[in-house]
């Protein structure tokens, strides 16, 4: 089998230029989560069915997409990469692709991210390694990892060649995650300007701008940047999702609810993202006054059919949501106790028991007005929640649900130090706190103002979600 390059200059075992101009294509698809990249993967596999590395990144992808009945597709995807690289010999690098895919589908993604870490070690060219890292490690909620993978990733690739804008809006997006905001803004502008189509560095500076209490310049970043992602795939409902965030914050509930319909849920799919959007923007919604109507009972049926799915925590997490919010007490019970009796091994196993249990029984809890149990369930939880993956944005709505258990419990003195971090850790620009706090002085009695400093001057710098 021939070695060519690829755009980025790794060394690829592939049989034809043709079938390699379709794989560069689909390269720079993923990296820019690009709506064409599996019609472009599709077709370098029909230039050249005997390409071992495609077969096994199309098993990663499907993994990605955390679907019990893509993991049949994905193990498929093994077999026949392992049988052609057999064959045929390929690359060492190409091997630790095959490798990760095997590590993976035993529930051992931490070993997968290892390898393709490894393989982009071997060629500092693999951008395509690089990129599945980084989705690896955000769904594991490995932020020490991803931060470490994607610093590694950059040094080795550098910042002159084609694809470096994508690895610098991994390191952005990793950089914010870990809290260095100002920095994570630097590096996500940059990567935009070397490379204009990446939406997960613009992703990550919408992010920054959440984190940093700016929602009337988030929100114009977001709207004036829409052409820069009009070729996404559904990770286009997602940056509508941020700006529909932004609004919320801002008080534009009909803004808002306007994206809600016509973006977040322009199609009623039941990827496991889209979903997470569509439950945690509702459940805000409802926070804020706002009534969403029979929005919920079609995430409900959606989520119903996904319960034995078992396949990612934060998935579960959001279904749980979208279960109790349409009253669907039963199917949210089934779930919950799914959760607790996982016997599976590994890493998304474990949390299911000691993370997904007790947030799905303090969503439950919530929705039944048991508000005291709901804040011990999720106060028992909170150190380790993020280790379910996703954002500190996404899983910020578990935080919120925190506060207002607080507050319908009755528990001032919890209410009012999770205030004091929430502003604390959004340079005192929260509106959600804010209102939530000039409620507090009022029942109180106390200035606003005068509640609002003690709660920042009292809570910890750097405490965050």
């Known amino acids: 089998m021939t070695i060519l390059h690829d755009a980025s200059g790794a060394g690829t075992t592939i049989a034809s230029p043709a079938a390699l101009a379709h794989w560069n294509d689909m390269i720079e698809q993923v990296l820019a989560h690009a709506a064409a990249a599996p019609t472009s993967l599709a077709a370098a596999l029909d230039a050249d069915p005997e390409f071992a590395l495609g077969h096994a990144a199309k098993?990663?992808?499907?993994?990605?997409?955390?679907?019990?009945?893509?993991?049949?597709?994905?193990?498929?995807?093994?077999?026949?990469?392992?049988?052609?690289?057999?064959?045929?010999?390929?690359t060492p690098r190409e091997r630790y692709y095959i490798e990760a895919l095997s590590f993976w589908l035993a529930r051992r993604p931490d070993l997968a991210a290892e390898r393709l870490d490894?393989?982009?070690?071997?060629?500092?060219?693999?951008?395509?390694?690089?990129?599945?890292?980084?989705?690896?490690?955000?769904?594991?909620?490995?932020?020490?990892?991803?931060?470490?993978?994607?610093?590694?990733?950059?040094?080795?690739?550098?910042?002159?060649?084609?694809?470096?804008?994508?690895?610098?809006?991994?390191?952005?997006?990793?950089?914010?995650?870990?809290?260095?905001?100002?920095?994570?803004?630097?590096?996500?502008?940059?990567?935009?300007?070397?490379?204009?189509?990446?939406?997960?560095?613009?992703?990550?500076?919408?992010?920054?701008?959440?984190?940093?209490?700016?929602?009337?310049?988030?929100?114009?970043?977001?709207?004036?940047?829409?052409?820069?992602?009009?070729?996404?795939n559904n990770f286009a409902f997602h940056l509508s999702w941020h700006e529909a965030l932004f609004h919320l914050e801002l008080g534009h509930h009909g803004a808002a609810l306007d994206l809600y319909d016509h973006d977040v849920r322009a199609r009623k799919t039941d990827d496991y993202r889209d979903i997470a959007?569509?439950?945690?923007?509702?459940?805000?919604?409802?926070?804020?006054?706002v009534e969403v109507g029979h929005r919920w009972h079609e995430l409900a049926d959606l989520a119903a059919s996904r319960i034995e799915d078992r396949t990612l925590v934060f998935a579960d997490l959001h279904y749980a949501l979208a279960l109790a919010g349409a009253g669907r007490e039963a199917e949210a019970g089934a779930l919950s106790l799914g959760l607790q009796r996982d016997s599976?091994?590994?890493?998304?196993?474990?949390?299911?028991?000691?993370?997904?249990?007790?947030?799905?029984?303090?969503?439950?809890?919530?929705?039944?007005?048991?508000?005291?149990?709901?804040?011990?369930?999720?106060?028992?939880?909170?150190?380790?929640?993020?280790?379910?993956?996703?954002?500190?944005?996404?899983?910020?709505?578990?935080?919120?649900?925190?506060?207002?258990?607080?507050?319908?419990?009755?528990?001032?003195?919890?209410?009012?130090?999770?205030?004091?971090?929430?502003?604390?850790?959004?340079?005192?620009?929260?509106?959600?706190?804010?209102?939530?706090?000039a409620n507090l002085a009022h029942a109180s009695r106390r200035p606003a103002g005068r509640v609002a400093a003690a709660l920042v001057a009292l809570a910890p710098s750097a405490a965050l979600h």
């Open 59 to 90: 098993g990663l992808m499907l993994l990605t997409l955390a679907r019990r009945e893509l993991v049949a597709d994905a193990a498929a995807e093994l077999a026949i990469a392992e049988r052609l690289a057999a064959l045929n010999p390929v």
């Open 118 to 232: 490894a393989a982009m070690a071997l060629d500092p060219c693999d951008v395509l390694a690089a990129k599945l890292v980084h989705a690896i490690r955000f769904m594991m909620g490995d932020l020490t990892g991803l931060l470490a993978s994607a610093r590694s990733h950059v040094a080795a690739y550098g910042t002159t060649s084609l694809h470096s804008g994508y690895l610098l809006g991994c390191l952005a997006f990793a950089t914010e995650e870990n809290g260095d905001h100002a920095l994570a803004e630097r590096l996500g502008r940059h990567a935009l300007e070397l490379s204009p189509r990446d939406a997960w560095g613009r992703h990550c500076v919408a992010h920054v701008m959440e984190m940093t209490g700016r929602a009337s310049e988030g929100a114009r970043w977001l709207a004036d940047g829409r052409a820069s992602w009009s070729h996404c």
């Open 277 to 289: 959007n569509a439950a945690s923007l509702l459940q805000r919604l409802e926070f804020a006054g």
């Open 344 to 437: 599976r091994l590994g890493h998304d196993a474990r949390l299911a028991r000691v993370v997904g249990a007790p947030v799905t029984d303090a969503i439950r809890a919530f929705r039944s007005r048991r508000y005291g149990e709901a804040a011990r369930l999720l106060m028992g939880v909170r150190g380790t929640l993020a280790q379910v993956g996703g954002s500190h944005a996404q899983r910020d709505i578990f935080e919120q649900m925190l506060i207002e258990s607080a507050i319908r419990s009755g528990d001032t003195a919890l209410t009012e130090r999770l205030l004091g971090q929430r502003l604390a850790s959004r340079h005192g620009h929260n509106h959600f706190a804010a209102s939530r706090l």
